[in-house]
């Protein structure tokens, strides 16, 4: 189980008078095998409580439990994706989805049958992740997408209860970020992970999540959390129905609201306005 709650948590950066709030007032539930998506404007807090989630960042005030303990670091039960896929350049496909296995914490106590059981496991994730075919190949010879792949196949190498994804696929292209959103599906399906996934794209927040938890800054905090009216079965032409339209609209609206905008338009004015500025 890996049923997450989040009670009144607060972050500060900085140490008083002069320390700066992150985070004011968090609380969430998220359900056992949810996907739920983060979505708000530049400097809500998304990535820094996805951070404290998986416990590379302490917070100042309330608390997060997971699966009953509270969240003091990290842990094998909590795995993170970045937008960047820092994989080993000298090791291959096979043997970076392995790495985690090779570390002296995880190699105590292990059976010759719990290797090749783990052994096993990257064979599984190599065929989720549509890689087999390059297993031997290094990260130089593949592409944004394919390192991308290996990256979270590496995440899932230790089961984790939960993957957390700050922004994954923000550097990809178009056409290779449908791809993923309808992979990253798929291994939510098979895997039954609970996914939080940070995201700047509304519409990549709507496809993927069961909710969408809008965040507005200053400081960071929830605004709204809107569940998707949307079958679990997702479908790209999804994207065109009513309901998907008139969610995204409902959300952007609320985007811009919480930066002091109505319109694109007088967000771009005002973006101008700084840069001459400067």
Known sequence: MSKVTIE????????????????????????????VTLVGASGCGKSTLLRILAGLETHTAGR??????????????????????????????????K???????????LSSADVEAASGRADAL???????????????????????????????????????MDEPFGALDAQTREVMHDLILHIHRIEKTTIVFVTHDVEEAIYLGQRVVLMQPRPGRIHSIYPVPLPAARQQD????VEFRELKNEILARIRESAGMTTDHELLEKLNLASEAT
Not at 129 to 158: E, H, W
Not at 238 to 241: A, E, G, I, T
Request: charged share 20%.
């Open 8 to 35: 009144n948590l607060g972050k500060r950066f900085g140490v008083d008078p002069r320390s700066t709030p992150a985070l004011q007032d968090v609380n969430l539930t998220i359900g056992d095998n949810e996907f």
């Open 64 to 97: 997060v439990v997971c699966a009953g303990h509270a969240i003091e670091g990290p842990g094998a039960d909590r795995a993170m994706v970045f937008q960047h896929y820092s994989l080993y350049p000298w090791l291959s496909v096979i043997d970076n989805i």
């Open 99 to 109: 790495f985690s296995r090779k570390l002296q914490v995880n190699r105590e106590n």
């Open 126 to 164: 190599l065929d989720l992740i549509g890689l087999s075919k390059v297993a031997s190949a290094y990260p130089n010879q593949l592409s944004g997408g394919m390192q991308q792949r290996v990256a979270i196949a590496r995440a899932l190498m230790g089961r984790p209860a939960m993957l957390l």
């Open 238 to 241: 999804m994207k065109h129905c």
